[in-house]
């Protein structure tokens, strides 16, 4: 059997990580830590969005 590549084994750990973080949440559990994750990369990245309250 062929190795995967090391990108692709790191992806498939950071998954199964994220995997046994979220597997006992509920639906506004699992929204909640996924707002406040990307909340937290927002800001460690300095990344600049326009929010939008309402689409339609």
Known sequence: MRKEPEPM??????R???YEEHK????KE???KVH???EEAIRRYG???KHLSHVG
């Open 9 to 14: 084994e790191e992806i498939h750990k950071i």
């Open 16 to 18: 199964a990580k994220l």
């Open 24 to 27: 006992n949440l509920t639906v």
């Open 30 to 32: 699992h929204v909640a």
């Open 36 to 38: 406040e994750e990307a």
């Open 47 to 49: 990344i600049k969005i």
